[in-house]
């Protein structure tokens, strides 16, 4: 958490939300500068979805996408905010782009393997624990 950060979230809930909207307006300054670059798109994604906005996000990561295909971090939340929308076919699609883009994204298998339950996948869902488990040991090795 950056200072700007922590000293908006320790005030009042009114400075905060006026914290989120001024990065909303700082993010889509930096879109209108450099337009081309994913990572604005990102950053206003990730602003929308604190405020809750989720279409916007979803817009947003979807654009982010759209310049860097393989921004396995937008597909990631992409993946969250499809699932918050119950929307669980675009959900699982969204996290097995971004495992098959970072095949060590551990937070994104859980999440695949979560989906793959809620939709009642649990072969998949079993297969998404196996690959926490691999990745659990390599991680125990260093």
Same mark, same amino acid.
């Given at each position: ?10 005030n $009042? ?9 001024? *990065? ?6 930096? %879109?209108? $500068? ?23 996000? %979803?817009a ?9 295909p ?20 675009? *959900? %699982?699609?969204?996290? $097995? ?46």
């Amino acid at each position: 958490m950056n200072h700007a950060t922590a000293r908006a979230s320790s005030n $009042t809930p009114d400075s905060w939300l006026s914290y989120q909207h001024q *990065e909303i307006e700082a993010c889509k300054e930096a %879109i209108r $500068t450099q337009p081309e670059k994913a990572e604005n798109y990102y950053n206003l994604g990730a602003a929308y979805d604190r405020l809750g906005h989720v279409e916007e996000a %979803i817009a947003a990561y979807t654009e982010a996408i759209r310049l860097k295909p393989d921004f396995a971090e937008a597909h990631f939340h992409l993946g969250a905010l499809y699932g918050q929308l119950g929307r669980s076919g675009e *959900e %699982i699609e969204a996290y $097995t782009e971004a495992v098959r883009i970072k095949p060590d994204f551990a937070e994104a298998h859980f999440n695949l393997g979560l989906s793959y339950l809620i939709v009642g996948d649990t072969h998949s869902a079993q297969a998404q624990c196996k690959i926490l488990e691999a990745l659990r040991l390599e991680e125990m090795e260093y």
